[in-house]
Structure formats: C-alpha cells, structure tokens
C-alpha cells in the first residue's frame, strides 16, 4: 500500500513541469510562508505578441493552481518609449485571456521613491556610485567574457560627493548622457551583468504617470527584484535571457532587504514561432514603417492582432498548454497554434455559404418566380446550436474551381454531363456551357432533380461530389480579406543573401476580394466567427458595418501550407 502511495507521488512529480517542482519544493518546506504569488511584469512600449501570452496563462496558472494570486505590474521606467495607448492595450489583452489580477495593478513608477532611497542606502554602504563615462566608453571599459574589465575613474569618488552628485541628478541639474549612477560589484566577474551595472540613468522625458516629477529612471534590473518584494512576489518567472541577470537580482537583495522573506527568480524558455517574429524592436518597426496596418493588424503576432483575425482565448491557452515549459530555447511550429484554432472553432463556429470566385449557374428546369427556404446545419458539432434557412432560387453561384469543362481523370465536380449535389439542396446536371467572344466561360446552365430535395438521393444513385453556392438573387455582397502567414522563412531573421528580416516578407499575405455570402450573414456583428464551408474560418472585422460586410480569414480548413511547401 504504501509503495503504490509513494509510486503515484513519483508519477505526480515526473508529470509537472520544473517550474511547478520547485514550487512544490517550496510549499513542502514551509517558505514565503506557504504563499504562491506570481507577476506578469510588462513594459508598456507595445502591444502584447502571443509570447506574452504564454507568460500570461503562466503566471496565471501557477498562481490559480496553487491558490496563489498574480499581479499586473508595468515595467514604466523609460518614459522616451512609454505611452498610456500600450497600457489600455495590455489591460484588455490580459483580461481577455482570462487572467484576473484582481484589484493588483501595479506600477513600477508607484515604488520610485523607494527606488531611490534604496539607491542612496547602496551610495551609504559603498555599493553605488556616480559615473560619467558615456555608452561607449563603458562598453569598452567592460571587457568581454574572456577579458575583464577596467575600473571607471570615478569608481572611488567619496560617499558625500557621490549623495550629492545624485540628488543634483534627481533635482534635474545635468543634462542627459552626462551621469549615471552604477553598482559598485566587480569589474572582473564571469559574468558580464556584475561588471558595474548602471542602476540610474537621466531621461528628461514626461512620463505617462508622474508628468515630469523625475527625471532619473531605474534600469529594469534594479527595479525588477526590489519591485517583487515591494509586492510580496514569491516566484518571479522571467524568460531565459535574464538567467545572467539572476545573480544580480539577488546581489541587490541581499544588499537591501533583511528579512527573511525574498522573491525567487525562475527562468523558462521564451516562445519562438516559426514564420514569425517575436522581437518588439522590429513588430515596431513593421508598423511605423507600414509594413502592417498597425499593432493590431490580424498579420501580426500580437494577442490584438490574433483577436481581431478571430483567434479566441480558449485556443490561444491550448497552445500554450500544448507547448509547454521548456529550459532550452527551441522553434515552435506555427501550424500547432492554427491547429488549435482549429479545434476550437471546429466546436463553435457557425457554418454558412460564401463564394469567393463567382460562376453564374442557371437551373434551366427552375421555375423563375420561385424561391425555397432550405434547412441548413448551424454547427453539426453541437446540436444545440440550431439550424437557419438558405434560400434557394433559379440561378445561383458557385465556385470557379468546382467546374472544369474538360475535366481530368478523378474530377468529381460539377462538368459537362456530371452530375453533383448543392449542399442542403439539389442535385444538378451540367447541360450547357455559355461563353463570350473570347470563349471565357459566363456562365453553364443545369438541370436539378425535384426528387432530390435536401441532397438525398431519390433512387440511390451514388454523387461523389457535394459543392456549396448561394443564391445569385439573395446574396449579399462582402469583403473577403484573405491573411496568410506574414513571412514565407520559417525563421525570418535568416537570409540567405545576408539582407534583413523584411527581406522574407510575404506579398501575399493579404489578399482583399469581393465575395457573396447567404443572407444569413447579413447582421453578422464584429467578432462573430464562422466557418464558409468548405473555405476556410473567417471572423467579421470591427471596420464591417451595415453597408460594407467585412471577414477576415481566421485560419484555413486543414494545413494546406504544409502541403504547399511541400510541392515546392
């Protein structure tokens, strides 16, 4: 009994991820006082990407596992790059998501007078002082990883002039670029980020929260472990890249704080997405440059831009799910996060009709005054979700690729003497090919058997092929955009010829066409998502009104990019 008890802890152990292990550690030995609390700490100089989104559902799902709490606290220390439009954006990004920081929204700015008198206790103690060696100058002072550094010529200056120098910093005495304030540690450690790093540094800039109340900022580093205690965080993830970063972050602990409570810093791997690029720097740089119609362009990777394409919560947290917590940096492939999409809009999507390539069918044996009302599925997943009417007349559209006039072998679809069902309603029989002077095709005229109503056979007679179409009469006119994949590398930031990641841009990954869809569709509002049968998902756009109905495709029925880059 007791070895199967303690086998199926083992199972437990090796079923959780190393983050959640360490937190289990913890809790077994009583530290932080049992207390899980978790923060997701962004800058406000952008919009969230769906990297973020993996941080978010973390975060926020170790804080709920553990019946912790999580934080929302911004990163606003560099005003130069900060705008209130980021913060309102990462609010309903997070929200979104379903992550609730309950009443916990934090700022860095609201420590910054702590921030301070902390740096001054560092100043007291002989661990700070004011420097005025320009970027570039520490940059060479600081060595490299197999050279160490060299002293800054003012590492010495006494403690008085140092307290001086950096409240006449505060006061707003010295030009930018002309002084910081750097940790005294040592300029000779393996590792870089101990070499003196700069704590303060002078931006005269209006902050989006303090006006221009300061004009000396703490770096990240600094605010980041001290920012954790201030809050009670007891598990402070981060990405890998702040691994280096992580013996700082306890230096200024240790130097600062006495009890014997202090936050954790953990790292994981951040998302890397194939066809996609995760940098702030260059998303930024799409969109000042108009390579994308802003941040919430349904190209780009961001939660806004996801939303707005039709991805939903549900799906995104999948993917996150699916992915999971990794220690080593490795590519994600995109066709995992169009999968779960997939599955979700699989399970809530409306159907309906749409053609995108119009081709005018006549029903020959139609009467011309007639109109049916057919019973089409809404979602044959659910069956609560009900049917609707599609009405149905004498001409209509269909495809262009459904009809071939000289058809090869296997060609199932409608052709001159083949015979095809229209989805919930007939089956018609390709007559007649109309064309013009140029023998382009106008339209083909059909036959339909009455016997076959609702696409059942009358006398068993086996159709291969079932196509969608609307009524010519009771379509409505819409806007189809058609998003592809925004780059064609799988890792865009890799060229061959050695030119940027703007060299792998796809110039097809938006293509805008008219389109019919049933009348259905007609008060579709933003953010409704479908699946146009045998399409693809589409979503209808916030810009759609009641003149002009827009979708945006979500995501195509199956991996066909896959089988595209294949053929290549």
């Not at 152990?13 to 962004?42: A, M, Y």
């Not at 996060?337 to 409306?350: H, P, S």
């Amino acid at each position: 009994m007791e070895e199967n008890s303690l086998n199926e802890k083992e199972d437990i152990k090796k079923s959780l991820n190393f983050i959640e292990q360490i937190i289990e550690e913890d809790l077994q030995n009583g530290k932080n006082e049992n207390r899980v609390h978790t923060r997701f700490p962004p800058e406000p100089n952008g919009y969230l990407h769906i990297g973020h989104a993996k941080s978010i559902c973390l975060n926020y799902g170790l804080a709920k596992r553990y019946n912790g709490k999580m934080n929302l606290r911004f990163d606003d220390t560099n005003p130069a790059k900060e705008e209130t439009e980021y913060v309102e954006a990462i609010k309903e990004d997070v929200k979104w998501l379903g992550a609730d920081w309950e009443d916990r929204e934090f700022y860095a700015s609201d420590y910054f007078e702590q921030l301070y008198q902390w740096a001054i206790v560092l100043i007291k103690k002989g661990f700070a002082y004011v420097c005025e060696l320009n970027a570039e100058q520490i940059a060479e002072m600081k060595g490299t990883p197999t050279r160490p550094g060299t002293a800054s010529p003012y590492r010495e200056r006494a403690t008085e002039e140092n307290l001086m120098l950096f409240a006449r910093m505060r006061a707003g005495e010295f030009e930018e670029n002309t002084k910081i304030l750097r940790a005294k540690i040592d300029m000779e450690s393996p590792n870089m980020q101990m070499r003196d790093p700069i704590l303060y540094r002078i931006i005269k800039k209006e902050h989006h929260r303090t006006g221009n109340k300061w004009c000396i900022y703490p770096m990240y580093d600094f605010a980041h472990g001290q920012s954790d205690y201030i809050e009670g965080i007891t598990h402070s993830i981060c990405t890998l890249e702040f691994e280096v970063h992580r013996p700082l972050y306890n230096w200024f602990l240790e130097k600062l704080v006495k009890t014997p409570y202090k936050p954790r810093q953990i790292e994981f791997a951040r998302l890397n997405l194939s066809y996609t690029v995760m940098s702030k720097r260059k998303l930024l740089e799409l969109v000042q440059k108009n390579y994308v119609n802003g941040w919430t362009d349904p190209r780009m990777p961001t939660i806004s831009g996801l939303r707005r394409r039709g991805y939903t919560p549900e799906a995104i947290r999948m993917f996150a799910e699916k992915v999971g917590i990794a220690k080593r940096d490795n590519l994600i492939d995109l066709g995992l996060l169009e999968f779960c999409i997939r599955e979700d809009l699989n399970k809530k999507a409306q159907r309906a009709m749409a053609v995108m390539n119009p081709l005018k069918v006549v029903i020959t044996n139609y009467d011309d005054t007639l109109t049916e009302y057919l019973e089409a599925i809404n979602n044959p997943e659910d069956v609560e979700a009900g049917t609707h009417d599609v009405p149905f007349s004498k001409i209509l559209y269909i495809e262009q690729e459904d009809f071939m006039e000289t058809p090869p072998k296997k060609y199932f679809r409608l052709s001159p003497g083949n015979e095809v069902r229209l989805r919930y309603a007939y089956f018609i029989k390709c007559n007649e090919v109309v064309k013009d002077e140029n023998n382009q095709i106008l339209e083909i005229h059909c036959t339909y058997d009455p016997a076959s109503k609702g696409g059942k056979s009358p006398d068993g007679r086996k159709v291969k092929s079932t196509i969608h179409w609307v009524s010519q009469q009771h379509a409505i006119k819409a806007e189809a955009r058609l998003y592809d994949r925004l780059f064609l590398a799988e890792v865009p930031d890799k060229t061959e010829d050695g030119t940027d990641y703007k060299a792998n841009l796809n110039p097809d990954s938006l293509i805008i066409k008219d389109c019919y869809v049933e009348p259905y569709l007609r008060n579709a509002k933003s953010g409704d998502k479908f699946q146009f049968e045998r399409i693809a998902y589409f979503c209808v756009d916030p810009e759609s009104n009641e003149d002009k109905l827009i979708f945006n495709r979500t995501v195509t029925l199956k991996d066909t990019w896959a089988k595209i880059n294949n053929n290549e």
